[in-house]
């Protein structure tokens, strides 16, 4: 009866290929698939029915009823959704859920299965320690952006205080600069009134800012005796007069004539100076005329480089007063225009500086010494000494070349 049955079936779908083959329609297709003949419906042990089955072939068959009869795919999931829902109001959800637990346990344990278990443990377990890494990566990695951000932030401030601590600086820098100019500047003025008033009258004071001051000149006038004067000496020895040359006292004594000129030239010269703006303000009250004397000599020494040259190239030339340099100019060019500036600033001092050249016989050695030999009595002057004005202090010995004690014993 079972093998008719199922001849039957397979002539009917034999039948609905061939037709297919003729184009058939759906409506006609649905309506030969269903069987006509009732099957008998057999209990089924469902304890010995594969889990598979249990699970899945349910929901396979009522997917396919659906597919087929409801050609909408979406409202054929939405009837499947209902149909869950049915089967969890009827508590086939749970029993099946209970089945699949029991058929777990009673299954005997695989061991791949079991290793497969322990790796995916194993992975799960580093994948958490992985996860708990990047977590703290990432949280240690927001604190270094933020401790680099704040650091970044610090650094930036304290350049900028840098900079303005720079700036105030530069700034106090240049205000102390400004102060000390201006108390140099001060000083400087408070020191030029007291000087004025300590040195009016009084030569013994001098203004430490004048490089012509007689102590500088006093100077000078010691180096040029070792420089300039040694050098014309030693000219005036190589020079030959008639074939003749020039013994030590000769060229001593040319020298001496030369210095003693100038110095009596520049003398003269200051003093017709000074004498004609006397005469250009006789009249005027006494007071006056001191202080337009004391501009005046002020201006002289200011300018003294300008009438000290003048004074060099007038006497060169004045025969009648200076013979003497004029005869030797040539050899003695640079002796002589030293004598002629340092001359002519003793002179405008205020009182005027003195050139000694007239020592004693028995020679003071306080205020002279000794050129070549040793002695009491002078033999002839080598070179005058300086004093501050006529009757005040020595800045400069002269020299003198002394006679021979063991002729003076003779004698």
């Known amino acids: 009866m079972g093998r008719n049955k199922r001849k039957n079936h ?33 209990k089924i042990d469902i304890q010995n029915v594969p889990l598979r ?103 930036e401030h304290f350049k900028q205080l840098n900079r303005n601590s720079e700036l105030r600086i530069m700034e106090l820098n240049r205000e102390r600069d400004e102060l000390k100019k201006s108390k140099d500047e001060a000083l400087s003025r408070l020191s030029e009134m007291m000087g004025v008033k300590l040195r009016e009258n009084n030569p013994a004071i001098t203004d430490l800012n004048d490089p012509n001051r007689p102590m500088k000149l006093g100077e000078q006038f010691n180096e040029l005796y070792e420089n300039e004067w040694t050098e014309a000496f030693l000219e005036l020895q190589d020079l030959k007069t008639d074939d003749t040359s020039l013994n030590e006292e000769q060229a001593v004594k040319i020298l001496l004539n030369i210095l003693k000129e100038i110095n009596e030239q520049g003398i003269a010269e200051f003093t017709l100076q000074l004498s004609g703006l006397l005469q250009s303000v006789q009249g005027l009250p006494e007071d006056d005329i001191k202080d337009f004397i004391k501009s005046i ?31 030797y100019f040539q050899c003695c060019e640079s002796y002589i225009e030293n004598c002629a500036k340092i001359c002519y600033l003793a002179a405008v001092q205020d009182p005027p500086m003195l050139l000694h050249f007239d020592p004693e016989t028995v020679y003071d050695k306080q205020i ?44």
């Open 297 to 327: 000599k002020d201006a002289y020494k200011a300018n003294s480089g300008k009438y000290a040259s003048l004074i060099h190239k007038k006497i060169s030339t004045d025969a009648l007063h200076c013979p003497t340099v004029v005869k």
């Open 53 to 155: 089955l249990v699970l899945i072939e349910p929901y396979r068959r009522i997917w396919k009823w659906l597919m087929s009869t409801f050609p909408c795919r979406y409202l054929g999931s939405c009837l499947l959704g209902c149909c869950k829902y049915v089967l969890h109001l009827f508590g086939l959800s749970s029993w099946i859920r209970k089945r699949t637990h029991s058929s777990e346990t009673n299954d005997p344990p695989d061991p791949d299965e079991e290793e497969r278990q322990r790796l995916v443990n194993q992975i799960r377990g580093l994948q958490s320690q992985l996860d708990d890494l990047n977590r703290e990566h990432n949280a240690l990695r927001y604190r270094h952006h933020e401790e680099t951000a704040n650091n970044q932030r610090e650094i």
């Open 368 to 411: 002279f010494k000794e050129y070549t030999t040793m002695g009491r009595r002078v033999k002839f002057l080598v070179w005058p000494a300086l004093f501050l004005h006529k009757g005040g202090p020595l800045l400069s010995k002269g020299v003198v070349q002394p006679l021979p004690d063991f002729i003076l014993q003779v004698i």
């Open 10 to 42: 397979q002539a009917q779908k034999q039948t609905i290929n061939r037709d297919t083959d003729n184009n058939m329609s759906d409506d006609s297709l649905i309506c030969i698939e269903e069987d006509p003949v009732p099957v008998k419906r057999r």
